[in-house]
């Protein structure tokens, strides 16, 4: 697979990377070693461009998947802490938890609008700061918002931004309301104009597009300024297909089944805002404890009319 370099970082990455949040516990919650044979049937066909982040805890299925082998592939992770403490504890634990002296990639795990940048610089310099020892390649932030791409792309301490785009728009916010997939294309080249590696999340729409395999794909890549997109994947022929997307060599007929797929709400992303409940045609939402929604799988018809009424993308399709 031809590989493409990261903005200025010279960091080199295949156009699709394996997204491991899915086999982990908030999603397939696969087994160690199941999960990690996954992560090197991919690493044996070419993929080198891995996310993982410290809320994911799917640091050892990557050390599993990478035990004894020669594969070296660009790793990212993130956290959300927003103090210079919390990101250094954050990233020494990646690296002991991965095995690796030095991290390739290393986020603000998702800002939530413009502001947040400042409100977590704390965090920032800890990981700036990482970089300058040597501990970490590459420095940047994760981001479902339109206003937060813009303030990256003036931010030259940036190397890289990880952010959410699909051809439908689903989860694109700006500030506290929604936005369009238009705008974040543009925030999204005017970043990579400035220099940094830019890579797409929710090419998908959180599995909600999945049915619209090429259609999804075609958007996103065809971008200007996408270095690669990190795609959740939870099976072999979800490799395959994949990287015979990336190489050109795809059937465009190919239409996934998406029958077996369930309905997940995200709690960590989930606002309790109840467009959701309101919008299930079958009572399967409803408020938990926490007051956030949950599904109930008795009731759920996977019909996934749920998923585009969510302002913060927190409902996925696995
Ligand atoms: S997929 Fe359909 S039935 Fe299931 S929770 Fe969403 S709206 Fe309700
Ligand atoms: S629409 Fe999204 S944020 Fe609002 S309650 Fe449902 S899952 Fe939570």
Do not use: W
């Not at 394996?18 to 991919?42: D, H, I, K, M, S």
């Not at 690493?43 to 410290?54: H, K, M, P, S, Y």
């Amino acid at each position: 697979m031809e590989k493409h370099t990261l903005g200025k970082t010279g960091i080199q990455v295949t156009p699709v990377g394996f997204g491991v949040l899915t086999v982990g516990r908030t999603q397939l919650n696969l087994p160690v070693r199941e999960g990690a044979a996954l992560l090197r049937y991919a690493l044996e066909r070419g993929v080198n461009f891995l996310d993982t982040a410290q809320y994911y805890r799917t640091y050892p299925y990557i050390r599993e998947a990478l035990r004894g082998t020669r594969f070296e592939p660009v790793i990212v992770s993130k956290s959300l802490h927003g103090d210079a403490c919390g990101m250094r504890d954050a990233i020494e634990e990646a690296r002991r938890e991965l095995d690796r002296d030095v991290i390739d990639v290393f986020l603000l795990h998702e800002l939530r609008h413009g502001g947040d940048f400042a409100n977590r610089r704390g965090a920032f310099e800890a990981l700036c700061e990482a970089k300058a020892k040597g501990l970490v390649r590459a420095v940047g932030a994760s981001t479902h918002h339109i206003d937060v791409a813009e303030r990256m792309a003036k931010a030259p301490e940036m190397d890289v931004l990880f952010a959410l785009i699909n051809y439908k728009g689903l989860g694109v916010r700006r500030g506290a309301g929604p936005g369009t997939k238009e705008e974040m294309a543009a925030a999204v080249k005017k970043a990579s104009e400035a220099g940094l590696g830019v890579f797409a999340m929710k090419v998908f729409g959180g599995g909600n597009l999945v049915g619209d395999y090429l259609t999804a794909l075609d958007y996103v890549s065809k971008l200007p300024g996408i270095d690669s997109m990190m795609l959740g994947i939870g099976r072999r022929d979800e490799v395959d297909r994949m990287i015979e997307y990336a190489e050109g060599r795809i059937d465009r007929s190919y239409r996934p089944d998406t029958s077996e797929k369930k309905i997940r709400v995200d709690q960590g992303d989930c606002e309790g805002c109840g467009a959701c409940i309101g919008r299930c045609p079958n009572r399967a939402l409803r408020f938990n404890s926490r007051a956030l929604a949950d599904v109930d799988y008795d009731l759920c018809l996977r019909c996934g009319y749920c998923a585009p009424v969510c302002p913060t993308r927190a409902i996925v399709m696995f």
